[in-house]
């Protein structure tokens, strides 16, 4: 069977990249899936490189060029977006997959399925409608990026654009899911969507790959008293969650006696929330930790008092299933598909997004309650290593590709 990938990373073809805080679950799946004879890979993804093909242990990879952003890039927007699309289909023509799977809807590789006889299922990440409509935090808005300091100019103006931005391209991914006819998916939240936009679609339920330091470690959550640490691995946009932070670890100061810090990963700079926010990360015991190592994450997660979730709209994050198979009672916001995987709040608390006094709480009784936090812990590390199994992945994967053909 020849399957082709376009990803929205390149996955192994750069495997000691640092985005993502060093690793990816689609590099994860593709070790799964390059260890099955039966699958002959190819991966396509947008990266600058003369090169039309490169082939490395029996995967043969496809760099797609990107235009440089740029005044001129920007009026040629109509014509760079045709150039992508007859690049996609000549990458489909030289491999000549039996199946293609594309990695995420709200990318512009769906446009593909108008276009191929070849079937397209679409594998779905995030979701640009219901993300769009949770963009910003409370009280935050598009006029903050004209008076707020703390951005460069670039975030400045990306802000600026986002919420048409964001509106522009969920009309475009509601066109791609009605152009497509499978989907796979992991969250009650994702197979919704799919059923609102496209009731005659089908889905296939495929669980996430996650990296393999979670995976093979020996090391695994324990209670230790003393000084509370609270983690958490958060990405850029503005509805990751990092108001809600700095709202929490300030009553934490105020309403409670926890000697605590919390350690922010992903992210090397939160000026910007500070001054909207008027909190300082510093004097709430907020430290920022920028990108950080798989095995950093582990030895950071091992060690926590608990983790936290904040983000406004989420799928099913790998940042929550990982502490969750390390066993770090976890804490977080009831949005998206976040329910499914904390089994509606039993391998794990829930709670509202943007409720600072709710999550302070929880933080504060989670921390001091020993029981809790190891009968959570029990849970978590037992639901996910049923869910991320790699054998239990790779079947259903396998199972999907099949039933696709064969229909």
Known sequence: MKVLWFSVTPSLFTPHGIMHNAGGWIA????????????????AFHYNNCD????????????????RHGITSFLCKK???????????????????DIIQIFGSENDFGRICKYTDKPVVIHIQGSMPPYCNALFPIEMNTFD?????GLPLKRRLIGLRSKASFARRAEIEID?????????????????????????????HVDEALRDSFLSTIKHWQWHDGKVSIVSVISSPWYK???????????????????????????????FFENKYKIKATDVC?????????????????????????????????SVCEPQILGVPVVATNVGGVSTILDNGNAGLLVPANAPY???????????????????????????????????????????YNKILQA
Request: charged share 30%; aromatic share 12%; with cysteine.
């Open 241 to 271: 969650g990092v108001d809600l932070i700095l709202k929490t670890a300030k009553l934490l100061k105020r309403f409670t006696d926890l000697n605590f810090e919390w350690n922010i990963y992903g992210i090397r700079d939160i000026r």
């Open 52 to 67: 039309f093909k490169y082939s490395k242990d029996g995967v043969d990879y496809y760099p797609i060029p990107t235009p």
């Open 286 to 318: 907020v430290n920022i930790k920028g990108i950080a190592s798989k095995d950093e994450l582990v030895d950071a997660l091992c060690n926590a008092s608990c983790y936290v979730h904040p983000s406004y709209i989420d799928n099913s994050p790998n």
């Open 28 to 43: 994860s799946l593709q070790k799964l899936v390059m260890a099955e004879p039966s699958v002959k890979l190819g991966v």
């Open 358 to 400: 709710e999550l302070a709480n929880l933080i504060n009784k989670i921390c001091r309650d020993k029981d809790l936090a190891i009968s959570m812990s029990e849970k978590e590390r037992t639901l996910a290593k049923t869910r991320h199994d790699p054998k239990h992945i790779l079947k259903q994967l396998l199972s999907t």
């Open 176 to 204: 791609t899911i009605k152009s497509c006819k499978y989907f796979m998916g992991r969250t009650d939240w994702d197979k919704g969507l799919i059923e609102l936009f496209h009731p005659q679609a089908e889905y296939f």
């Open 79 to 97: 014509k760079h977006s045709e150039e992508a699309l007859q690049y996609y289909l000549k990458v489909i023509e030289e491999f000549n997959p």
């Open 145 to 149: 990026f004209f008076f707020t300091k």
